[in-house]
Every structure is written in structure tokens, then in C-alpha cells.
């Protein structure tokens, strides 16, 4: 997905937001805001969005000096999350369909983003995204592949979604490779908070091995792109991921909330729908 | 009021959103904010967002060639309020106390703002207003105060709120004198938009010299600038007015609704609140 833009402005609130979680320094904010600005006109609109955050964090990191800005946060919605992990698992059990149940369970996990402008709870948008009707469902292709499949890429997206991802995961049965970031971004999943939140019990967990907080090709690894481009079916997790992948060339399964209006439009639907699509299937 | 971080991307949504009803042409929206963000180190945090707001402004005429954007939208804002008013002078007459009526009308009138980055609906937000709670309400020193004056002196904010002003400039029975900005900006009403409105029936309409979304003394001009001080009382309408005089010198009273945070936490009151606030009475 191209830059859009709406995303400058938002991109001006991410490093603010940012900037506020690093430091009580309100001069250094300024200057990561005044620094943010003025990098604006060197962002190429065809760039995906998370190439463009992947600067600007960078930036927050080289300003303010603090390297993991939301460590904290990441860890206490990893615990609140692990908190419901037995209920929620109650609810995949009860269910009529488990696999279904399990894929709202993940999406509902999705809101726990602290890059977009959203605040968030996550019991009470559990309950509801787990309520709610897609906007897109390739529930059948979904299933389709899966059936298929021996080895499944999972790609993460946010500390604390990581334990929905492990509901969905544990519902799955294959062989389940589950992607994170190099180094922390915003709230993205690294591989300490994959393991933090029990994903080594049922996955490979490996790095995508870039600092972009969305899967962008050109910056990952060998060993990912390997793993990306033999796995019999790729389930990626979020809007990053959304954003660096939607015009990728192999079969893919995107699970998110669309929680921004340009996410919402590029998809056609509208802004807090959830979706599963599935391309070149 | 100074300038708040936070204010910093809200400058670039609006210069995004003025460009967008400027012109189609996405090369001169990026254009103009990379510029805004360009600007942005330059922008001392002790002036009043207004201050600053008339640099953006010319900034958006200036790049994309366009002098008053919002003319059609404020045509049509006048058009609806005007076909409002006679439903709003029955509501006054029929209530208990007409001058406090008028004073929520005219604070309801308020959400007519296209510089905050809020969508709005002028008959729902009417009638919530109309029952809304406020969270400061200094009617008494307001009572007092306009018992005693002779002259008025109202600072106008939007086109279309306009109208709801003059329902409560029809309440104050005084020699009103209403003051517009000196050129377009943004939504706010100018000497057209208030003729439009019917305000030269109730009022004598002055500019104030300044193309700024806000009053700032600075640059008004001295006709203005003898009205202000002289006058015995002032009304202040909105934020922009609000932002611009919030640590004058003289006594004055501000009524707005609150639509953003930094507004919000200035006066501490809460977002969407709605206030009647004097100062130095």
C-alpha cells in the first residue's frame, strides 16, 4: 500500500505519541516533532507506510536516546492478555467453529495498537469484535489452503495480540513459523515478547529482521524470505503487515481491524471493520 | 493561550484538510504540507496557535492560489442556520430564562468549525447542547456585567455560528458592535459572511484587522483595538478568539465549546464541554 496523505499528519502524531513515552523532555519532543516535519518532503508517496515509520522511529530512537519506548506497556498488555488466554480458550472450546472462533479471537487481539490513534480496551473490544460480522470473510480459501497446507507463515504484529495469535496458532495444527520484528518498534511483537507470551510452545519463532513496523520484502532477511516464500500459506497479522504486503505476488491471508480510514479505504470498507481477505489465492 | 505540542500535528491536518478543499491537485496538497512541516521548527511555542494558524493560512493561499477556500461551505452553513432561526427564536421565547437560552444557542452554534478536526451535525449538536450541562457557567458576573454596560463588544468566530449569534446579540439589548476577520480564513466569518447572517439588523460590524483564525491583539488594527478597550463589556465567541486572549488584560468572557484536548485541558474542563468563563471581573 502507497503512502497516503493522511498518513503525513498521522505520521507527525506517531512520533509525538512516541516522543511522549521516551521522554518527560518537552524540548526533545519538539525537536523530534520539528525534525519529523521536515523529513515530510523526502518521504516518496510510493513508499509503504511502514518504510516511512521505520525512519521516523529510527529518529525517535536517535532523539530522545531510548531504545525500547514501550517496553513497559508491551509487557503489561502481555500479562493482561495471558490473563484471558484460559477464558478465551474456554470460548474457542464452546464454540461452533473452533477455527473461526479462534480467527475473531486473533483479530479481536489486533486493536492492542499503539501506533495508530486509537485508545483501546481490550476485554471490552474483545467482546465485541467477537459479535461482530466481517466487512471481508475468505473464511473458504482460508480453509481451502489450510486443509493443504503442512507449513503455515505467521506473520506477528503487536506485543500482547501475540497471545491471541497463540489461540489461533494452537487451532491451526501444522507446522506454524511465527515472524517478529528485528528490534522494537512502536508496539510491535520482538522475539522476547513472542516468547513472554508462550508462542515458543507452539511455533518457530523467528525475525523478520528489519526494524519496520510492517513487513516490507526489500528490508527482511534471507532466512525469512525463504520461509515466506516456500511456506504453503502466509497469515499476516495487522496493518503494517497490510500495508508492506498488499501488492505481494504469492497467495497471502490478511487478518486485521481496520483502524484508520486510509486502511479502510485502500480495503474498501469502512473504518473498525474486521477482515480476512485472501489474495492470489 | 501558547502553542501545545499536540497543536503542532493538528497545524498539519488542517493544512491538509485546506488543501484538499482548495484544489484536486494531490501534487500541491504534498507540497503545501511539506512545507507546513517544514515551517514547523520555526514556530515559537509561545505564540497562540492563531498566530500561527495565519501563517499556515497564507501558506495554503499561497500554494495553491486560492483565496477563500471554504466559501461554498460557509454559504451553505449560513443558509442552514438561517433556515433554523425562527425554530431557535421560539425556543427562546418559550424559555425560562431567554438570555441563558440564547447563550447555549450561541455556544451551540460553535461546532460550526472546520478547523478542528472534528465532523459535525448543526441540528443534532444543537439540540445536545441545548441540554448539556455546563462546565463552567459564570452567568451571574455576566448578568452583572451586562446590566451595567452600554456598549458590546462581540468577537464573532464561524460563518454560520453567526446566525446563533445574533439570536443572542438580540437578547443582550445593547448597542452591539460585531467583530469579523479582515480577509477568509478558514471557515471564519468575515463582514460578507456576517451580513449574510442578518447581523448588520442587530450589530455594527467591524473588521478586525487581522487575517488570523483567532483574535490577537497584536496584529488588529487601532479601530478595533479602541472598540476592544473601551468597550464595557466583550463577548468572546470560540476557540481561535479564545486562544488569542486567554491572558489579555481586561475583563472578558469567553464562550465556546471545548472541541479538542488542548483546549479542553487549558481550561480544565473536559473535551466537548461547553463554557461561559469571565476573566478579570
Keep these: 500500500m502507497k503512502t497516503y496523505l493522511d498518513c503525513l499528519p498521522c505520521f507527525m502524531y506517531q512520533a509525538l505519541r512516541a516522543g511522549r513515552v521516551s521522554t518527560d523532555d518537552e524540548n526533545k519532543i519538539k525537536h523530534l516533532i520539528d525534525s519529523v516535519g521536515n523529513m515530510l518532503k523526502d518521504i516518496p508517496m510510493d513508499n509503504t507506510p511502514p518504510e516511512t515509520g521505520d525512519i521516523i522511529y529510527r529518529e525517535v530512537r536517535k532523539i530522545t536516546g531510548v531504545y525500547d519506548p514501550y517496553k513497559k506497556i508491551k509487557e503489561a498488555n502481555i500479562k493482561e492478555a495471558l490473563s484471558l488466554y484460559p477464558k478465551l480458550k474456554k470460548i ?73 495469535d497463540k489461540i489461533l496458532i494452537e487451532e491451526l495444527e501444522k507446522a506454524v513459523t511465527y515472524a517478529v520484528r528485528d528490534i522494537p518498534v512502536i508496539n510491535d511483537v520482538t522475539l522476547k515478547d513472542a516468547i513472554d507470551s508462550g508462542l515458543d510452545e507452539v511455533a518457530e519463532i523467528i525475525s523478520s529482521g528489519t526494524s519496520a513496523p510492517g513487513t516490507i520484502l526489500d528490508l527482511c532477511n534471507n532466512t525469512f524470505l525463504e520461509r515466506f516464500y516456500r511456506a504453503d500459506m502466509v497469515i499476516s497479522k495487522g496493518q503494517g503487515n497490510y500495508e508492506g504486503l498488499s501488492n505481494v505476488d504469492r497467495s497471502l491471508f490478511f487478518l486485521l481491524k481496520a483502524k484508520c480510514k486510509v486502511i479502510a479505504n485502500d480495503l474498501k470498507v469502512q473504518e473498525n471493520d474486521i477482515v480476512l481477505k485472501a489474495i492470489n489465492t
Design 92 to 164: 474457542v472450546y464452546a464454540s461452533d467453529n473452533r477455527l473461526l472462533t479462534a480467527i475473531r479471537i486473533a483479530i479481536a487481539g489486533n486493536v492492542i495498537d499503539l501506533g495508530v490513534n486509537k485508545e483501546f480496551n481490550i476485554i471490552k473490544d474483545l467482546e465485541k469484535t467477537l459479535k461482530q460480522d466481517f466487512a471481508i470473510l475468505h473464511f473458504n480459501e482460508f480453509v481451502t489452503q489450510l486443509e493443504k497446507a503442512k507449513s503455515v507463515l505467521y506473520l506477528g504484529d503487536n506485543a500482547g495480540e501475540s497471545v491471541f
